[in-house]
């Protein structure tokens, strides 16, 4: 699995200079057109947490009854690491490659949950990128 995590440059001092719906409105648009590669690059959106974007390749599949179900550690997923998300908004982006741990956690609206090394290194791969780079 690849785990992607993306972050906006600048991302805080602009929610003290603008106002929270313009705000809401920038996330909305950006992470819209975000969701528009999701099936075009066959990833699976984890989760947004603020300006915060993640996503994991590799990770879901189609069943032989045509429902999405997560892949098994024996399946091959032919666009593995060949394909990223990402546009020049002023982003950082990080990834990482590797096994996972998933499943769905707490039980007032759970959620489907990534954990592991690959997940943690994913993320520390952003935090620690350059301004308008990508991490890998």
């Known amino acids: 699995v690849t785990i992607l995590f993306s972050d906006i440059i600048g991302f805080t001092s602009m929610c003290h200079e603008i106002p929270a719906t313009k705000v809401m409105q920038f996330l909305n648009e950006l992470y819209s057109r ?10 699976y959106k984890v989760e947004t947490i603020g300006d915060c974007y993640m996503v994991a390749g590799g990770l879901m599949t189609r069943d032989a009854d045509g429902f999405m179900t ?48 690959t997940v943690n290194t994913a993320s520390r791969m952003e935090s620690t990128c350059p301004p308008g780079c990508i991490h890998v």
Do not use: N, W
């Open 34 to 43: 975000l969701d528009t590669l999701l099936d075009v690059y066959g990833v």
């Open 70 to 117: 997560v892949r098994g550690s024996d399946s091959v997923d032919e666009l593995h690491a060949h394909k990223v998300i990402g546009e020049p908004v002023q982003m950082r982006i990080g990834l990482h490659s590797g096994p996972v741990m998933s499943g769905i956690v707490g039980s007032k609206m759970p959620r489907f949950c990534l954990f592991g090394d």
